[in-house]
């Protein structure tokens, strides 16, 4: 029987990276989007060429009140594709960024960013745990940026570094259920964060690069790769734990 992994915001960056990776090992994949239906289908239809079955549900993790709905087409989907009343892995994943210095950042975009990656992520998990089998996973996104600073980032430095703690409670109190719950922290990253910041401005590149033991940002596949792995069975003795993935950014 396969397993089955929910991955938000898996349309584009990192969450779709995840989700192909993910499939490439054999594992299917429910995956959210908030706004692009179509290319969160061609996530879906990615992953079935590589003969693994996935389904695209809408979901804004920023928005509690459509969490029981999503819940109740998460079973729907799991008794429909897979006949089964359970899944094996939950990837919070979804999230934006906003580059502004701590002066002049609104409490507006502070509760936008809280309510995405720490409320979001506390109460999309919360009320998906009846539905995460025993023995699953929890990984949790945070990021390089709770470790080494970067000025105008204040207040998603803040949310990640409450995701970080969150994970440390979740871990102890699922253990009695044998679910394991990890937070991954990826360094720079080529993707259309920040609006590809990274990925299109050469001089922020390289200054990051710079920062970095092998000496240059990262990729999708960087992580998308790690995580693949990461949900092997050799690693389900790993819990409560933060994974670096930034190639040596904060030595």
Same mark, same amino acid.
């Given at each position: 029987?396969?397993?089955?992994?929910?991955?938000? @915001?898996?349309?584009?960056?990192? %969450?779709?990276?995840?989700?192909?990776?993910?499939? #490439?090992?054999?594992? &299917?994949?429910? !995956?959210?989007?908030?706004?692009?239906?179509?290319?969160?289908?061609?996530?879906?239809?990615?992953?079935?060429?590589?003969?693994?079955?996935?389904?695209?549900?809408?979901?804004?993790?920023?928005?509690?009140?459509?969490?029981? @709905?999503?819940?109740?087409?998460? %079973?729907?989907?799991?008794?429909?594709?897979?006949? #089964?009343?359970?899944? &094996?892995?939950? !990837?919070?994943?979804?999230?934006?960024?906003?580059?502004?210095?701590?002066?002049?950042?609104?409490?507006?975009?502070f509760d936008a960013m809280f309510n995405v990656h720490v409320k979001g992520v506390f109460?999309?998990?919360?009320?998906?745990?009846?539905?995460?089998?025993? %023995?699953?996973?929890?990984?949790?996104?945070?990021?390089?940026?709770?470790?080494?600073?970067?000025?105008?980032m204040s207040a998603y430095i803040a949310a990640k570094g409450a995701v970080e703690a969150?994970?440390?409670?979740?871990?102890?109190?699922?253990?009695?259920?044998?679910?394991?719950?990890?937070?991954?922290?990826?360094?720079?990253?080529?993707?259309?964060?920040? %609006?590809?910041?990274?990925?299109?401005?050469?001089?922020?590149?390289?200054?990051?690069?710079?920062?970095?033991?092998?000496?240059?940002?990262?990729?999708?596949?960087?992580?998308?790769?790690?995580?693949?792995?990461?949900l092997s069975d050799d690693n389900g003795w790993i819990t409560g734990q933060r994974i670096?993935?930034?190639?040596?950014?904060?030595?």
């Open positions: 029987m396969s397993k089955i992994a929910i991955i938000t @915001g898996a349309g584009r960056g990192l %969450g779709r990276n995840a989700a192909i990776n993910i499939a #490439r090992k054999g594992i &299917d994949v429910i !995956l959210t989007y908030r706004n692009s239906r179509a290319e969160a289908e061609a996530v879906v239809a990615e992953i079935e060429a590589l003969g693994g079955k996935s389904v695209a549900l809408q979901l804004d993790v920023a928005k509690t009140n459509q969490f029981d @709905g999503f819940v109740a087409a998460v %079973g729907e989907a799991l008794n429909r594709v897979w006949q #089964r009343e359970s899944f &094996d892995f939950l !990837l919070n994943n979804a999230g934006h960024g906003d580059l502004v210095p701590f002066s002049d950042i609104t409490e507006e975009q109460f999309l998990t919360q009320k998906l745990l009846p539905l995460l089998a025993d %023995g699953g996973r929890i990984i949790n996104y945070s990021s390089g940026l709770t470790r080494i600073t970067f000025p105008g969150l994970s440390l409670s979740l871990a102890k109190e699922l253990g009695p259920r044998r679910i394991t719950v990890n937070t991954i922290a990826p360094g720079a990253i080529e993707t259309d964060f920040l %609006g590809g910041a990274v990925r299109d401005m050469p001089e922020l590149n390289k200054q990051f690069a710079d920062m970095i033991a092998l000496g240059r940002v990262g990729k999708p596949d960087d992580i998308g790769r790690m995580l693949a792995s990461f670096e993935v930034s190639s040596g950014q904060v030595i």
